[in-house]
């Protein structure tokens, strides 16, 4: 779910101490705003989201005076009620082994329950009848344990509120390592609509002691739903009945909402109640033609009509309309100029998607431009996943990590999780998003129910973490992961043909690897220079080939960029081998340049040979061409060069198909 944003304005991770509003947030100086004037400019900022929450009309004038006077009225009407839970004809190894997972609060010994208790019971139609809910913890997943070590009281309150024993005042390693695994039976999210890629990573965040013991119920008594306070800046969570209730009922809530499948809500609910889906199918085979129709309708891309491939006389020099600043400032070959009228330009070099190539084709089918229709089946995760099944069957290629769907594929992957599992085998996984770069709102853990909520945010893949990668021994550091960039360029889809630059980049991560620390970002992650407080290591290329092939003197650089290079052909090939929207469509007028990150990773052959296995990470659109410009000043000239004019030889370029 999509909120507004929400400004820090507690120290970072802290919450509010208290529902008590003086304890919360202190006095309000604000004049709280009344009257239908004030609903309906409430109505006017706050109504579209409400609509979207299935917040009924009746409560908001209610839910503006709470707001505005900051009324926590739910005490006056629930009570929390501990519960025992007595469970016959178990063994004591089977009582320690499933009963803390099968308790309404997972976690500890004791268990909870929220009742009604005002003696006239609680009317739906009643506009009173809306409640709200602090956020005892906000935060997003790469700071929790942090925060967790370093926010006053915040270590104790966690820990209490999810039934783990705590004794003591400095933060014990083992409770915050408990808190970390437990939190995801307690926390929610939503996501902020606006602002920078790194502002809209999805926020976590733990209802008060109130809201933590609302339970889970198929057919639930009650709503809830993350609600975005812009007057005061806020985040709160609002409860509302679904029916009438009488004194003594149980407050619920539906813990999967929104999902009707049978398979999936099982799925979802395995971090309260455990399942087995051992005998479920893991087989995950390319979506039908009716999934990629649905990415293009959604992508809102039309496809061009037929042309005639365009040709320029040799000598003509290319009009370039372009708003990628690295082209601009280092594109210098003779035969381009630049215009700032995109009107007259012969070549579009666009750093956002492009959407209608249909007008494009049909108004003015000459122009030139850096992109593909359908690219996306590239360079956004889910697609880039379905389609190299066409190269590896189900399972995948070997060159691609194996990789699931959060969204249409939960179900296999819990039951290959739990087949590994079962086997004893590595079951470390990184969890991504479909269409974001750079590492952002990208973890990796082993913890089965985290992958599973993580599926709540924004849409998701995951894949098998890379447990046995090939290292590189910096000196200042010892063996550490690295990933490998490099540069294709397609110059068309039908024929094929696809370059690959010369010079590829690499990137170090800055602490000794080990299957441990999973939340280390410099033991895990290779991507450093977008944070300046983080060491970002150098080493180029012809300094890395010799240096690597010191290292591994049985493995020549040469013979595993071949192996690379086939993965690449493989990619490409499956990409370009079926019509649009299954495939790229081969629009004679496109072009483009795209950055592919690999790794390597250490893998035994059927005769028990063990060889280097390229492992593709990703595809990038528009890459950042920041290094290869600074250091191979004629790198534009040589891909433009290739792509526009046709004119590879004397380029810093390889033929692949």
């Known amino acids: 779910m999509e909120a507004d944003p929400e400004p820090e304005r507690r120290p970072a991770g802290c919450g509010n101490p208290a529902r008590t509003p003086e304890l919360a947030r202190g006095p309000n100086p604000r004049r709280p705003k009344e009257g239908a004037q004030a609903l309906a400019e409430f109505a006017a900022l706050h109504g579209p989201a409400l609509c979207a929450s299935g917040v009924p009309e009746r409560y908001w004038g209610r839910l503006l005076h709470k707001l505005e006077h900051e009324v926590f009225d739910a005490g006056e ?84 509120l999810m039934g783990i024993e705590f004794h003591g005042e400095v933060p014990s390693p083992e409770v915050v390592d408990l808190v970390l695994a437990e939190m995801w039976k307690f926390n929610q999210t939503y996501q902020l609509a606006q602002g920078t890629a790194e ?80 005998e479920l199918s893991s087989s995950t085979p390319e979506p039908p033609e009716a999934y990629y129709v649905a990415i293009l309708e959604e992508n809102r891309e039309k496809l061009p009509v037929a042309i005639n491939i365009p040709t320029y006389p040799s000598d003509h020099i290319f009009k370039i309309y372009s708003d990628v600043q690295q082209v601009l400032c280092h594109l210098t ?50 697609c880039l996943s379905s389609i190299a099944r066409r190269a590896g ?88 992961k690295f990933d490998i960039r490099y540069v294709v360029l397609l110059r068309s889809v039908m024929p094929l043909r696809l370059f690959v630059y010369d010079v590829f980049w690499l990137r170090f991560s800055n602490r000794p690897f080990a299957l441990d620390d999973l939340d280390d970002y410099e033991k895990h992650f290779t991507v450093m220079n977008y944070n300046r407080d983080l060491v970002l290591k150098q080493v180029h290329y012809d300094e890395f080939i010799p240096a690597f092939e010191k290292q591994y003197p049985e493995f020549r650089w040469k013979d595993v960029q071949a192996e690379i290079f086939q993965a690449f052909k493989e990619l490409f090939q499956a990409a370009c081998s079926r019509a649009a929207p299954m495939g790229l469509y081969p629009y004679p007028s496109s072009r483009a340049v795209y950055a592919i990150d690999l790794m390597l990773k250490w893998d035994h052959r059927p005769d028990g040979k063990r060889v280097m296995q390229p492992q593709l990470l990703e595809v990038n659109f528009n890459p950042d061409c920041e290094r290869a410009c600074k250091y191979h000043p004629t790198f534009f000239n040589d891909v433009c060069s290739t792509l526009f004019l046709d004119e590879p030889s004397g380029c810093h370029v390889t033929f692949l198909l």
């Open 77 to 160: 009407m629930f009570g929390i009620m501990r519960v025992e839970e007595v469970e016959e004809d178990r063994s004591d190894e089977e009582e320690d082994g499933q009963s803390k997972r099968k308790r309404p609060n997972p976690g500890g010994e004791l268990c909870y329950k929220v009742i009604v208790t005002n003696e006239a019971g609680l009317r739906a139609a009643d506009p009173n009848s809306i409640f709200l809910i602090d956020h005892a913890w906000t935060y997003r997943v790469e700071h929790a344990r942090r925060q967790l070590q370093q926010t006053p009281g915040l270590l104790h309150r966690m820990a209490s």
């Open 199 to 278: 502002e809209k990573v999805p926020v976590w965040y733990v209802l008060d002691e109130f809201g933590a013991r609302i339970q889970h119920a198929d057919e639930p008594t009650f709503a809830t739903a993350p609600f975005f306070y812009m007057s005061q800046q806020v985040a709160y969570t609002l409860l509302w009945p679904l029916r009438d209730l009488d004194t003594g009922e149980e407050v619920t809530r539906d813990f999967t909402y929104g999902e009707t499948d049978p398979l999936i809500r099982k799925c979802m609910l395995l971090p309260w109640t455990p399942a087995d889906l051992l």
């Open 333 to 382: 070959h003779p035969r381009f100029t630049f215009t700032m009228n995109e009107a007259e330009a012969d070549i579009l070099y666009n750093f956002s998607h492009f959407k209608d190539y249909r007008r494009l084709s049909e108004e003015r089918p000459r122009v030139l431009l850096n992109q593909f229709p359908c690219e996306n089946l590239l360079t956004v995760k889910d």
């Open 393 to 480: 069957g189900p399972e995948g290629p070997p060159w691609l990590p194996r990789t699931f769907n959060l969204r249409s594929e939960l179900p296999q992957f819990v039951s290959y999780f739990q087949q590994r599992e079962r086997r004893g085998e590595d079951n470390h996984w990184i969890v991504k998003p479909w269409n974001l770069a750079r590492s952002l709102d990208t973890h990796i853990t082993k913890d089965l129910h985290s992958i599973i909520r993580h599926r709540e945010s924004t849409p998701k893949v995951v894949s098998k973490y890379i447990e046995s990668p090939v290292l590189f021994l910096r000196e200042d550091v010892g063996l550490v």
